[in-house]
T-cell receptor, first 114, second 119 residues
C-alpha cells in the first residue's frame, strides 16, 4: 500500500486556522485519502475523506492537489478539543480485505494553545 | 450500544499469564478489526472478521495471539503467555458494511481500547 508522509508535530493558537499537510507521492488511482484523528486516551475517529475533489464537512475541509500527490486537512478554527494526533491514510478499495486495514503511520501531533 | 465497547479498559498481567480482551462492536456491524498500538506509535492492524469468519489474520505477531468471533458479534482477542513486548493498547473497530463495497466512506468506528501492561 502507498505510504504517506506527515510532519511529526504542528502548533496552532486557538481560533486560528490550521493546515495539516500530507504527502503521498506514490498514490494510485484507486486510493482514497482518509483522515482520522486520535484524541488522548481515545481510539481514532474518522474526520474526512476524498478521492479527487476538495471536500467539506462539519469537522474539517480536505484540499487535494490536482496531481493527488499531496493533500491538506484544514481546521478552520482550531479549538483546544482539536488537540490530537492526525493521521493521513490511503485506502485502496479494490481489495475487500484491506478496506479496514488502515496503515496509520505516526501522524502529526497537533498542539493548540489557548 | 452507541459505540464500540471494550473491556477491560486497563489490564496488568504478569509475564507468562494469559489475557483475554473483549470487544462489543456496534450492533449490526458486519466487519470487525483488531489493532495494536504501542506507545508513541500509530495503530497497527492485527486481524479482521466478516461476521464470524476470520478473513485476515496476517497482522497477528505470533501464534500466542488468537482472536475469535463465534457468533458474528462479540469478539475476543486472547494473548497466551504474555511477554513484555505485548504491552500496548489493543483497539477494536467495526464497520457496518462488507468490505467489498466500493468507495464511499466506509467509516471505521473505534473503541477506546484496552490498555495492557505486562510486568
Amino acid at each position: 500500500d502507498a505510504k504517506t508522509t506527515q510532519p511529526n508535530s504542528m502548533e496552532s493558537n486557538e481560533e486560528e486556522p490550521v493546515h495539516l499537510p500530507c504527502n503521498h507521492s506514490t498514490i494510485s488511482g484507486t486510493d482514497y485519502i482518509h483522515w482520522y484523528r486520535q484524541l488522548p486516551s481515545q481510539g481514532p475517529e474518522y474526520v474526512i475523506h476524498g478521492l479527487t475533489s476538495n471536500v467539506n464537512n462539519r469537522m474539517a475541509s480536505l484540499a487535494i492537489a490536482e496531481d493527488r500527490k499531496s493533500s491538506t486537512l484544514i481546521l478552520h478554527r482550531a479549538t483546544l478539543r482539536d488537540a490530537a494526533v492526525y493521521y493521513c491514510i490511503l485506502r485502496d478499495v479494490r481489495r475487500g480485505s484491506t478496506l479496514g486495514r488502515l496503515y496509520f503511520g505516526r501522524g502529526t501531533q497537533l498542539t493548540v494553545w489557548p | 450500544g452507541a459505540g464500540v465497547s471494550q473491556s477491560p479498559r486497563y489490564k496488568v498481567a504478569k509475564r507468562g499469564q494469559d489475557v483475554a480482551l473483549r470487544c462489543d462492536p456496534i450492533s449490526g456491524h458486519v466487519s470487525l478489526f483488531w489493532y495494536q498500538q504501542a506507545l508513541g506509535q500509530g495503530p497497527e492492524f492485527l486481524t479482521y472478521f466478516q461476521n464470524e469468519a476470520q478473513l485476515d489474520k496476517s497482522g497477528l505477531p505470533s501464534d500466542r495471539f488468537f482472536a475469535e468471533r463465534p457468533e458474528g458479534s462479540v469478539s475476543t482477542l486472547k494473548i497466551q503467555r504474555t511477554q513484555q513486548e505485548d504491552s500496548a493498547v489493543y483497539l477494536c473497530a467495526s464497520t457496518p458494511t462488507r468490505t467489498a463495497v466500493r468507495g464511499a466512506g466506509n467509516t471505521i468506528y473505534f473503541g477506546e481500547g484496552s490498555w495492557l501492561t505486562v510486568v
